[in-house]
């Protein structure tokens, strides 16, 4: 199995909802990332996960919640989010941090 | 911080034509720079990397790049274009200390047939 999936594919949820996206590799990586891509501009980093830990956070607001509860498996949760959060979410995993990230396909979001 | 530069934010080729896509960064240190690609509709593919050694890198699908330290450059290129090579092209470095990854601004390249 070489690649990342992320589910679902797409999500619209209301500004009081709670959700959560997956993330899922199973090539032995031990380092896992997320991304939020807004429309026409490039990922920005959200979180990395090296073996299960947290190891950068880039300054992201509490209502994004990063969880890594094995080394396979990466979820966001989400909770009151606001419209501009609207955007595609990549996840992505490398063997370790610090080496070839692959990404999946992203779960696009719609923030009602 | 490190800051990556894509100059050309669309370019329009016919098939056949070939292809150089300006990347520049700025960042003293030791990076990894890397080249991704995004088809309409799919994920960000990796298209190539350089880590270390021959500056002159290979990658899939004909593509290949130059790292020239000197001009803090990573251009990729590809002697000639097809149809299937309409994507955007993001150019990405990695600086070898905080392993943080930053990407350009991307390239969105239409081949017409």
């Known amino acids: 199995d070489t690649e990342v999936t992320q589910t679902p594919k797409h999500l619209v949820m209301g500004m009081t909802n709670k959700k959560s996206l997956k993330c899922e590799q199973h090539?032995?990586?031990?380092?896992m990332y997320w991304y939020k891509q807004k429309a026409k501009k490039p990922p920005e980093l959200m979180f990395v996960?090296?073996?299960?830990?947290?190891?950068i956070n880039e300054s992201v607001p509490s209502r994004f919640s990063p969880e890594c509860p094995n080394s396979s498996l990466l979820n966001l949760h989400l909770h009151a989010l606001q419209p501009e959060d609207s955007a595609l979410y990549l996840c992505?995993?490398?063997?370790?941090?610090?080496?070839?990230?692959?990404f999946g396909p992203g779960t696009r979001l719609l923030v009602l | 911080a490190q800051s990556v530069s894509q100059h050309n934010h669309h370019v329009i080729l016919s098939e056949a034509a070939s292809l150089e896509l300006g990347c520049n960064y700025s960042?003293?240190?030791?990076?990894?720079l890397f080249w991704y690609v995004q088809y309409p509709g799919q994920h960000l593919q990796l298209l190539l990397k350089?880590?270390?050694?021959?500056?002159l890198v290979k990658g899939i699908k004909g593509f290949e790049a130059e790292f020239i330290k000197s001009k803090f450059s990573f251009n990729l290129r590809k002697p000639s274009v097809q149809w299937s090579d309409t994507a955007e092209y993001f150019c990405?470095?990695?600086?070898?200390?905080?392993?943080?990854?930053?990407f350009g601004t991307g390239t969105r390249l239409l081949v017409s047939p």
């Open positions: 992505a995993s490398s063997l370790s941090h610090g080496e070839t990230q692959y």
């Open positions: 090539m032995g990586h031990r380092a």
């Open positions: 996960y090296s073996y299960e830990k947290l190891s």
């Open positions: 960042y003293g240190g030791t990076v990894n």
């Open positions: 350089y880590f270390s050694g021959d500056p």
């Open positions: 990405a470095v990695r600086d070898t200390g905080f392993q943080k990854l930053v």
